[in-house]
C-alpha cells in the first residue's frame, strides 16, 4: 500500500511540477541514434554482455537490447553506451 501512495505521489508531484518522468520516477532515459548507438540512463547494474545482447537491472524490471556486434564505448554507475546494430530493446517485468 504504501509503494502504492509513494508512486500516486511522485506521479502528481511530476504532472503539477512538469519534471521530467525519468528523474522522479526512477525510470530509465534511453536515446538511440538510428540503429548504431543506444545510450541508456538511470540502470542499476549491468547484468549481462555478450556481443549480441546486453542486460540492465532497471528500478522495476530489466532491460533487455538485443542486435550484433556491440562494444561499450562508455560505462559508468548508472549510464551506458552501446555501439553496434540494435534490433530489438525488450522490458523484462519482475
Same mark, same amino acid.
Given at each position: 500500500? +504504501?509503494?502504492?501512495?509513494?508512486? %500516486?505521489?511522485?506521479?502528481?508531484? $511530476?504532472?503539477?511540477?512538469?519534471? &521530467?518522468?525519468?528523474?522522479?520516477?526512477? /525510470? &530509465?532515459?534511453? $536515446?538511440?541514434?538510428?540503429?548504431?548507438?543506444?545510450?541508456?540512463?538511470?540502470? =542499476?547494474? /549491468? @547484468? +549481462?554482455?555478450?556481443?549480441?545482447?546486453?542486460? %540492465? %537491472? /532497471?528500478?522495476? #524490471?530489466? @532491460?533487455?537490447?538485443? #542486435? =550484433? +556486434?556491440?562494444?561499450?564505448? $562508455?560505462? %559508468? &554507475?548508472?549510464?551506458? /553506451?552501446?555501439?553496434?546494430?540494435?534490433?530489438?530493446?525488450?522490458?523484462?517485468?519482475?
Amino acid at each position: 500500500m +504504501a509503494k502504492n501512495w509513494s508512486q %500516486l505521489v511522485r506521479n502528481w508531484m $511530476t504532472h503539477k511540477m512538469d519534471l &521530467p518522468h525519468d528523474v522522479m520516477m526512477d /525510470l &530509465p532515459r534511453i $536515446t538511440m541514434i538510428g540503429q548504431i548507438h543506444i545510450y541508456i540512463e538511470n540502470h =542499476q547494474g /549491468l @547484468l +549481462a554482455f555478450s556481443d549480441s545482447e546486453v542486460r %540492465l %537491472l /532497471l528500478k522495476q #524490471g530489466q @532491460l533487455l537490447v538485443k #542486435g =550484433q +556486434a556491440f562494444v561499450i564505448k $562508455t560505462v %559508468l &554507475p548508472e549510464e551506458i /553506451l552501446l555501439e553496434g546494430k540494435v534490433d530489438q530493446v525488450i522490458y523484462i517485468n519482475d
